[in-house]
């Protein structure tokens, strides 16, 4: 416990260093917040090493599963933290839905509570999406790095270990080689997208926060109206590839920019299961807006429909119309495919597509094993065998993410929040995605919900990006047993 504690006052003391973008932007717009950001900053760091002077003759390397007690701690810690200019800057924002407002950020949800974000002050705005995007690029690190461990699918492909083609697409032998890697495409993706979106008419500012957005699959705007507000198809397109590429495996776009070859695409199974369940998505969503005549053209059905059918699958949650006055079938599904379209190794929440495409896949092999009782072929994902014990995880793993949603549910309805808006906040938070289900359209935000039901889905975001059995194990009697 000391020495996990030890790791987590180093990452505090680092965390410190995120609010200097914040400060320079106050400095810069003059909007009167900069000692708030400097509180921040020495708060966080001050704890951080404070923490580690404490803890500094209990250092050592760390074991396996102390890595699901610190990235618990790590998200639980920092979103208390960022709270600090938030509860300074807002005097009449409750701790409650500050670090709701916080915790939404660092797992890359979206979800806030806040009103008059366009009146915002600017160094508040960019902290929202700076948070979302250093949670994304968090995100992806321990998905190298730690859930592994967790043997529940997917990123077992990147172990060394692995033979065949698999071994080839392997980042480097020490993960933070790996991070540094990630760190590189990651950085890379977010510039060349704030070019894209100031080139297609935003501000500097909105352009920095809202690649920020795209690029952490969160879904914060600096604008109430969300994308919605400048109508443009241009940026709408812009984001679409933004979000798209990064529901995608950041592996793969490091080998494809070494290789400077689409070919580990190509050999990428989730990436094709994406990709074709996407298109054949936003056809049926747009044919069905068509048929329905709530837009004027297929056309402008088509532009609609791939923009919120993108934002939504893709967990990141930006909108640009009212998707719940739209025929019920195209919520609902939407909600649905933000269980299953991320890849692993991306900042996407929900099953992810591994296992999704292992769950049919071992399906069809009991379909198999039904007429061939004798026969002995293993489950393959895009031509590689699975182990079983993989398999059986990912079972567990699919178990648990549905009973936990299902509870989630039933505990919203005991605070009083009618169903459609409960399965959909309970579904939409434990996917970490920014909305749910709303009789006033997605656009808006959940400052109504109350003390209780904001509690019950900042602790839905946190289960969601942690993969669920990151946290529940550290409940278990056995991971305290020596």
Request: net charge positive; charged share 10%; aromatic share 10%.
């Amino acid at each position: 416990m000391l020495a996990v504690a030890n790791v987590l006052g180093l990452l505090l003391a680092f965390f410190g260093a995120t609010y200097l973008l914040p400060l320079l932007c106050s400095l810069f717009s003059g909007d009167g917040l900069a000692l708030y950001f400097v509180v921040g900053a020495a708060v966080s760091s001050g704890t951080g090493l404070m923490i580690v002077a404490a803890t500094r003759n209990w250092r050592r390397e760390l074991k396996p599963r102390d890595g699901f007690l610190l990235v618990s701690l790590i998200w639980i810690a920092t979103s208390a933290l960022a709270t600090i200019p938030l509860v300074m800057a807002l005097p009449n924002l409750t701790f409650t839905r500050a670090y709701f407002e916080t915790m939404s950020g660092l797992t890359s949800t979206g979800s806030t509570v806040l009103v008059g974000l366009d009146a915002l002050a600017p160094s508040l705005n960019l902290w929202r999406h700076e948070l979302q995007w250093v949670g994304g690029l968090a995100i992806i690190v321990m998905a190298l790095a730690v859930l592994p461990l967790l043997g529940v699918g997917g990123l077992q492909l990147y172990k060394g270990e692995t033979p065949g083609p698999v071994k080839d697409d392997r980042l480097a032998p020490r993960i933070a080689e790996t991070a540094r890697a990630i760190w590189l495409v990651y950085t890379l993706i977010t510039a060349v997208g704030i070019i894209a979106l100031r080139v297609c008419g935003m501000s500097w500012f909105d352009a920095i926060c809202h690649a920020f957005s795209a690029v952490g699959l969160g879904g914060f705007s600096t604008h109430d109206a969300s994308v919605g507000y400048y109508n443009s198809a241009a940026i709408e397109f812009v984001l679409i590839a933004l979000m798209l590429i990064a529901s995608l495996n950041f592996a793969r776009h490091f080998v494809a920019l070494r290789r400077l070859s689409l070919e580990p695409y190509s050999r990428d199974p989730e990436f094709r299961a994406v990709i074709t369940l996407l298109g054949v998505s936003i056809i049926v969503v747009a044919v069905l807006l068509w048929a329905h005549d709530t837009y004027s053209s297929f056309f402008v059905s088509l532009r609609h429909a791939a923009f919120s059918v993108v934002s939504m699958a893709t967990t990141t949650g930006l909108v640009t119309q009212n998707v719940d006055a739209w025929p019920v079938f195209a919520p609902f599904w939407m909600l649905f495919l933000s269980c299953i379209i991320c890849s692993t190794g991306s900042a996407g929440g929900g099953i992810k597509m591994f296992r999704a495409l292992l769950l049919a896949k071992q399906a069809g092999h009991e379909l198999k094993l039904l007429v061939h009782p004798s026969a002995v072929a293993p489950v393959r994902v895009g031509g590689r065998p699975i182990p079983d014990r993989v398999a059986s995880a990912v079972l567990g793993f699919i178990f648990m993410y549905f009973m936990t949603a299902a509870l989630l549910t039933f505990a919203l309805l005991l605070t009083g929040l009618d169903l459609p808006a409960s399965v959909g906040a309970a579904i939409a938070s434990i996917n970490n995605t920014a909305h749910g289900l709303h009789s006033d359209g997605p656009a808006s935000n959940l400052h109504a919900l109350t003390g209780a039901q904001t509690w019950i889905c900042t602790g839905a975001m946190l289960l969601g990006r942690l993969e669920i059995f990151s946290v529940i194990v550290l409940f278990t009697p056995a991971f305290w047993r020596k």
